[in-house]
């Protein structure tokens, strides 16, 4: 087994070969959870490097995305058993043994393949002697069963350990839909995986050449289709004439991209990675409109520009829009948010986060706000969306928002699950999608 590590170089990943479907999840893992990397866009740089078969793939995935997913049920189960706490354990020796507790309580392995493969797993990245402790551990693990760990009376509590969510984010989720039922059933969603789904950029590409190529076009979309496999075999993707891009963003591109009329200057204030931005732009090209695209991190811009076909790309802080690029009719304001609303393609948002990532972020996003009213014509449209269903980053801060600004109001979605206010929530119980927010706020006089 070749145990050497990846190697970074400033904030790039020099990912090799691997041939074994657990290190590679254990190698992805220690990008993911000892350096910060996302679980989405490090293990598919990795797959496509290594020699592994499909269903080695397969198998690779399900580890590093489970064990993100699950890690706080698997903790309980170590913690169950062991006589060290979970923060004295070794930080790659406790990716171990959550990689072992996933195969045996979550896949269809035998017990003596899991602990053996995931001692040998051991004896290669942390050493024997602690390979040793990690084999206690599992043995004792696989006799357990989870009604067997210990159960908090409190509803709530329950809910955050049987789903492995943070109770905060449990409680956000009982803020928003006051049932739990649906508590339950929205965290059961997240804990599912999500095959890509992808965009067929307008005027670029098309939905049938999509699916002539493998995908399956989804119901009530004439772009969108669902792909069992990798994108990168798409030449459209390849080609990037299409791209990668859950539902839920699609339609709250698509409801800003209904305020379309001839002739206006269109901004996206914070464009990265870019998917809205290169739809708007593709819809732009055809349909006609002048299009700004902003990255903040001069870094990326270059990833932004091989997407969007129309319009220029340009980098500053979203908070301070320079005065010489004007004022505009359309400005999209994605906004950076805590991602709790893509936990299931993101499964270490949900650990990463925090009650102080909320506060600090709720902050910049109204200074955005605040922004990009700024240079927003009388009559025009600010597009807010955010990828979370927490209050803290939606409703209440479209209420502050109005609160600062009399000259706003909401301009109503024409959707049936809008509220009524006339924003939108997405959830991903029930739209299988993202829950992503919208809330169109349209300056209704010129600022007094």
């Known amino acids: ?48 490097s290594s020699s592994l078969s499909a269903s ?48 045996l309580k979550e896949l269809r392995v035998p017990s003596y393949a899991a602990i053996n493969e995931s001692v ?17 551990i599992l043995r004792k693990v696989d006799s357990l069963t989870l009604d067997q760990l210990s159960q908090s009376e409190d509803r709530q509590h329950q809910l955050s350990e049987n789903f492995s969510h943070p109770e905060w984010i449990v409680s956000s989720y009982f803020d ?33 050449e999509l699916c002539d190529a493998g995908a399956e076009a989804i119901a009530g979309s004439d772009v969108a289709a669902v792909l069992d496999g990798d994108p990168g075999t798409i030449p459209a993707i390849r ?14 591109t698509e409801i800003f991209l209904a305020t379309h009329e001839s002739g206006l200057r269109w901004l996206d204030l914070c464009a990265g990675p870019g998917g809205k931005a ?10 006609g409109g002048e299009f700004v695209a902003n990255e903040p991190s001069e870094m990326r811009v270059g990833l932004v520009e091989q997407v969007v076909h129309y319009g220029k790309v340009v980098s500053f802080d979203g908070r301070e829009i320079p005065t010489e690029l004007g004022t505009f009719e359309r400005i999209l304001l994605d906004a950076p948010c805590t991602g709790i609303g893509a936990l299931r393609r993101r499964p270490e948002v949900r650990w990463r986060r925090t009650l102080q990532d909320l506060k600090n972020l709720t902050v910049l996003q109204s200074q955005l706000l605040d922004s990009a009213a700024s240079k927003l014509r009388t009559g025009g449209v600010i597009a807010y969306v955010t990828c979370s ?10 209420r502050s928002f109005l609160r600062r600004h009399s000259d706003f109001e909401i301009r109503p979605i024409g959707d049936s699950r809008a509220d009524l206010d006339g924003n939108l929530q997405l959830w991903t119980h029930r739209d299988d999608c993202d829950s992503m927010f919208i809330s169109l706020l349209t300056r209704v006089r010129a600022h007094e």
């Open 389 to 398: 269903s927490h209050q803290a980053e939606t409703t209440f801060q479209i």
């Open 56 to 103: 080695d793939r397969a198998l690779a995935s399900e580890l590093v995305y489970g064990s993100l997913r699950l890690k706080g049920r698997h903790d309980r189960y170590i913690s169950a058993v062991s006589d060290r706490r979970i923060e004295e354990i070794d930080s790659k020796a406790l990716l171990v043994l959550r990689l072992g507790v996933h195969q």
């Open 278 to 287: 290169a739809y708007i732009s593709s819809f732009l090209k055809l349909h």
């Open 239 to 252: 080609e990037r004439r299409a791209g990668v891009q859950d539902r839920g963003s699609q339609e709250v």
């Open 120 to 136: 040998e797993l051991a004896k290669h990245v942390v050493g024997k002697s602690t390979a040793s402790f990690i084999n206690a």
């Open 176 to 208: 928003s839909l006051k049932n739990a039922d649906e508590v339950s059933a929205l965290l059961q969603a997240n804990n599912v995986p999500a095959k890509p789904t992808l965009i067929a950029w307008p005027g670029l590409s098309s939905q049938e």
């Open 1 to 48: 087994m070749d145990s050497r590590p990846s190697r970074h170089r400033g904030n790039s990943l020099f990912v090799r070969s691997i041939a074994n479907p657990r290190l590679l999840a254990f190698e992805a893992l220690v990008e993911v959870e000892l350096h910060g990397a996302y679980s989405n866009l490090i293990l598919p740089k990795m797959l496509s």
